[in-house]
C-alpha cells in the first residue's frame, strides 16, 4: 500500500534532496521501519525509543497521529503522510525575578 | 545585515495579539515572499504560559496548508517574550533546530521576537537562527 511521505528541509540530506518519497507501510511503525531501510538514519531522526520524538508532528493527510493511534496509526493507499517539525520556543527564565 | 520588510500595521497586529496574551506568551507566523510579510497569522499558545509557547499542531498546520495555498511562503514566526528581552532565549535557539541535530528546522525563516518588558513601548526585533548562530535581521516597517 504505497503512502507518500512529505520529507522536511532539515531530513533532505536522508533522501538526496527529495521532498517526496513513496513507502508501502500499513502503519506509521512500519513507515519509520521502512524509511531506515531506504534512508538509513532517518529512525533516529523520527523517533526515540520506537515513539516519534518530542516537537516532531506526524499528520497522516490532515491528521495529527497524537489524536488517532499514534505510531500504530494504519494507513491506507493514496495516503499522505506530512512530517512537519514543531513550532516552539520562550522567554528568559533568568529575567523573571 | 539581512533584512525582513513588514507593513507597519502588520507590526502594530503582531503587537495588539502579544499584549492581549500578556502575561503569557503569544506567537504567529508571518508569510509572505522574497523577503516582505503579506500577511500575519495570530495563532493560539497550545501552552501558554509566560515563558513558553507551543503552537497548536493542527492549527500549525492548517496555516501553513493556507500559506502555500495562497501562493506565499513561511518567512517568519513570532511570538512573545512577556518578561525579557527581545532577543532568542536558550529555548527559542533549541527549537530552531531539528531535535539533536543544527539542521534548522525552518531555513531562511526569520524570528520576530516582541519584548513586553516595559509594555508601554514594545520592543520588536528579528534574528535568523541557523549554522549554530544567531544573528540579527534588520525589520523595515514600512
Known amino acids: ?97 | 545585515m539581512a533584512l525582513l520588510r513588514i507593513p507597519a500595521e502588520d507590526v502594530r497586529k503582531i503587537i495588539d495579539h502579544c499584549k492581549a496574551a500578556y502575561p503569557d506568551e503569544a506567537c504567529g507566523m508571518l508569510a509572505g515572499l522574497d523577503g516582505s510579510v503579506k500577511k500575519v497569522y495570530c495563532m493560539k499558545n497550545a501552552m501558554p504560559g509566560p515563558v513558553y509557547y507551543e503552537m497548536d499542531p493542527e492549527e500549525q498546520f492548517r496555516v501553513m496548508k493556507d500559506i502555500r495555498a495562497a501562493g506565499l511562503e513561511l518567512i517568519g514566526i513570532f511570538h512573545s517574550h512577556p518578561s525579557s528581552p527581545a532577543h532568542p532565549s536558550a529555548t527559542d535557539v533549541e527549537r530552531a533546530y531539528w531535535p539533536g541535530t543544527l539542521y534548522p528546522n525552518y531555513p531562511g525563516v526569520v524570528y520576530v521576537i516582541v519584548s513586553l518588558m516595559d509594555m508601554s513601548r514594545p520592543v520588536v526585533k528579528g534574528y535568523s537562527i541557523e549554522q549554530g548562530s544567531v544573528n540579527e535581521v534588520e525589520l523595515l516597517s514600512e
Request: glycine share 8%.
Open chain 1, 1 to 97: 500500500m504505497p503512502v507518500k511521505v512529505r520529507i522536511p528541509t532539515p531530513l533532505q540530506k536522508l533522501t538526496d534532496g527529495r521532498t517526496e518519497v513513496e513507502v508501502d507501510a500499513s502503519t506509521v511503525h512500519e513507515m519509520l521501519d521502512l524509511l531506515e531501510r531506504d534512508y538509513p538514519g532517518m529512525r533516529e531522526r523520527l523517533s526515540e525509543g520506537g515513539k516519534i520524538r518530542r516537537f516532531i508532528n506526524i499528520y497522516v493527510n490532515d491528521e495529527d497521529i497524537r489524536f488517532m493511534n499514534k505510531e500504530e496509526t494504519r494507513l491506507k493507499d493514496g495516503d499522505t503522510v506530512s512530517i512537519v517539525p514543531a513550532i516552539a520556543g520562550g522567554g528568559w527564565t533568568a529575567c523573571l525575578s
